[in-house]
């Protein structure tokens, strides 16, 4: 087991978190990680934190990071054809979501516990526990202690939306996956005492399935908008881009419908112009779009975008299915370029199409609002400049995250010791899992 040094801390700080995420939160190379980062940012200004996250064997813990926590734990993870197969089976006999079994560890349960559990030997015991994501409530729900779950999104709805889309053994899959997440949702949301989400129409899913309105909390996504440099664009551009992770199916989805949909019909207008697709891990799906449609690259993973940004005249999230997360969105208008999104790719964040972006669903809306952007970049400017504008306003992470305040302070529980001989030993050992040799602790 390894944890980083822990920073000095002052005295006076409100309460001590276990804060467990199922990947670093730095780089905050996506959605989910943007979010965690900026809760962290906000935590520590006031509390201390403990970090326990899964991370790849060859990943580094960023000197942020260390100062941002007063302690972070790493949870190494192999990921394979083989592990996910055998999780596939678990999933089967145990009724568990095949999303939540194949993050399973009886590494992470164990160095959770003994974190706790030492905590509280110590007499500075954790006030509360934050699990973010929904894969990382089954390493929470165990715990003696307050529990909030950050579930971003509902996971059942995208995988009802992703079915819909799909035919034959996948379709029958994402069904299977759709009904058991939302009895595993549900459970959770009963089980933990707070839930937060991060759009109103997440929240109302979860109200539908029975789920008290008072456990949840809607916490909209947010960035630094002001660290966010405006990116200097030419006027002369023809250059459209995307940014999204490609791990993520929706994503791959959304930019191969543009690739093999709206392109074209944008370069039928328009010849010159071309499309960079610059998310992380870009599956085959996506160099065979490459390669099928004229004007398209390919660059994979860009650990500094602005390059290629300001050689771009137009950002486009053309996702139409899974859990809308926006940050793209949010992250574009803050560097000043004019964005093109779908209505789906919209959920949970506050702009108005036409005034902050344009937002277009079918090919040929989306066309158009591409080519009057690329012939107007004049009106492409203020477009941009009010989206900027508009995000320092309603989506900074500094006015956005208080609101954890309220839920955290509604949590807290008294500091009481519990004696050591009355601790529920199933804190310390897990729940009968073999030792997971692809597991370890770093």
């Known amino acids: 087991m390894h944890a980083v040094p822990p920073r000095v801390v002052l005295i006076g700080l409100l309460m001590k978190i276990l804060f467990l995420t199922p990947e670093l939160p730095v780089p905050a190379d996506s959605g989910a990680k943007v979010r965690a980062y900026h809760l962290l940012r906000y935590l520590a200004e006031q509390h201390t934190i403990t970090l326990v996250t899964f991370a790849s064997p060859q990943s580094l813990v960023s000197p942020e990071l260390q100062t941002l926590c007063s302690e972070v734990y790493t949870v190494s993870a192999t ?20 999303a939540i079994e194949r993050w399973a560890s009886v590494a992470m349960e164990r160095l959770v ?33 307050p529990r909030l779950i950050d579930m971003h999104y509902s996971a059942s709805h995208v995988f009802d939306l992703l079915s819909s889309e799909r035919s034959g053994l996948r379709r029958w899959h994402y069904r299977r996956e759709a009904v058991l997440l939302r009895r595993y949702e549900r459970s959770v949301a009963e089980t933990f005492e707070a839930v937060t989400l991060t759009s109103t129409a997440d929240q109302a899913g979860l109200h539908a399935q029975g789920v008290s309105d008072d456990k949840l ?32 199916q929706p994503n791959v989805d959304g930019v191969c419908w543009f690739g093999k949909e709206v392109l074209p019909l944008v370069r039928r207008a328009l010849p010159d112009a071309e499309l960079l697709i610059c998310g992380a891990q870009p599956p085959p799906v996506v160099y065979a779009c490459a390669e099928r449609t004229p004007g398209i690259i390919v660059t994979g993973y860009l650990p500094d975008p602005y390059p290629q940004l300001e050689r771009s005249a137009v950002l486009i999230v053309p996702q139409h299915t899974g859990g809308a ?10 560097r ?80 009481t010791q519990q ?19 692809g597991l370890r602790i770093q």
Not at 121 to 132: G, Q, W
Not at 217 to 237: G, H, K
Not at 422 to 431: F, G, H, K, R
């Open 79 to 98: 990921r394979s054809r083989l592990r996910d197969m055998a999780a596939f089976a678990t999933s089967w006999f145990t009724r568990r979501p095949f």
């Open 113 to 145: 516990s003994q974190l706790v559990f030492q905590a509280a030997a110590n007499a500075v015991p954790f006030d509360l526990v934050h699990a973010d994501q929904l894969v990382m409530a089954q390493f929470a729900e165990p715990l003696l202690l």
């Open 217 to 248: 909390t809607v916490i909209p996504l947010a960035v630094d908008a002001e660290a966010e440099r405006v990116v200097q664009r030419s006027s002369a551009s023809q250059t459209i881009i995307n940014l999204a992770s490609l791990h993520w």
């Open 325 to 334: 997360q926006p940050v793209k969105i949010l992250e574009g208008l803050a």
């Open 336 to 415: 000043g370029i004019p964005v093109v999104a779908t209505g789906h790719s919209c959920v949970g964040v506050d702009v108005q199409a036409g005034t902050h972006l344009l937002v277009a669903d079918t090919p040929s809306a989306f066309a158009d609002a591409i080519i009057l952007l690329l012939r107007e970049p004049e009106f492409a400017s203020r477009l941009a400049s009010t989206g900027r504008e508009h995000v320092l306003a309603a989506h900074n992470w500094r006015s956005r995250y208080p609101l954890i305040e309220a839920v955290y302070t509604q949590l807290r529980a008294p500091r």
């Open 419 to 437: 004696p050591l001989d009355m601790v529920d030993y199933a804190l310390i050992e897990p729940y009968g899992r073999s030792q997971d040799p």
